[in-house]
């Protein structure tokens, strides 16, 4: 609850200039990266917190009782947008080395260990299979890949790389 808190405490309290001041502090100039450690990142994690515990709950009832209530299905949307981001997030943010302890601001070191980790998932977890389905697909065909949209609920392993982060500080 003190997180939620604090993040609304920050949304309620954003203005132009600490949002340029937030900026200034993950961005770095050469290469984009995000440092695992800025209040950026912290609170991203918390959205994708959030997301994901909505998916948890939702997604199960949408596709058991076939619900189409367009305010469910626009935060839905707006879910399915946040993990994309998270995934182009993940590709930026800096990570330590095991074996000294340093931050790795190299993107290409990153990208090669989140393309070995976590990515697969990630992506799978990510891809509307359902609605692509329903763009390629009469309705009724489309039906039958309405179960791939259980899938997203893999999303939930990514809070438990949050949740050992936050551990760790």
């Avoid at 609605?131 to 697909?137: D, N, P, Q, V």
Wanted: glycine letters at 2%; a neutral charge.
């Amino acid at each position: 609850m003190e997180r939620f808190k604090k993040f609304w405490g920050y949304l309620t309290n954003l203005t132009v200039s600490k949002a340029k001041a937030d900026f200034k502090e993950w961005y770095s100039e050469k290469d984009w990266t995000v440092s695992h450690t800025s209040s950026f990142k912290e609170n991203w994690d918390f959205l994708i917190m959030i997301t994901a515990c909505w998916n948890v709950f939702i997604l199960p009832i949408n596709i058991a009782f076939e619900t189409n209530d367009p305010t469910t299905e626009a935060i839905n949307v707006f879910v399915d947008l946040c993990f994309v981001m998270d995934i182009i997030v993940v590709f930026r943010t800096t990570i330590l080395d095991e074996d000294s302890g340093e931050e790795i601001k190299d993107t290409k070191t990153i990208a090669r260990s989140y393309l070995r980790g976590r990515f697969t998932i990630d992506f799978l977890s990510t891809v509307p299979f359902d609605s692509i389905a329903l763009i390629f697909m009469d309705e009724a065909s489309a039906k039958n890949f309405k179960l791939f949209g259980l899938l997203k609920l893999i999303r939930v392993l990514r809070l438990n790389r949050i949740i050992m982060y936050l551990n760790l500080k």
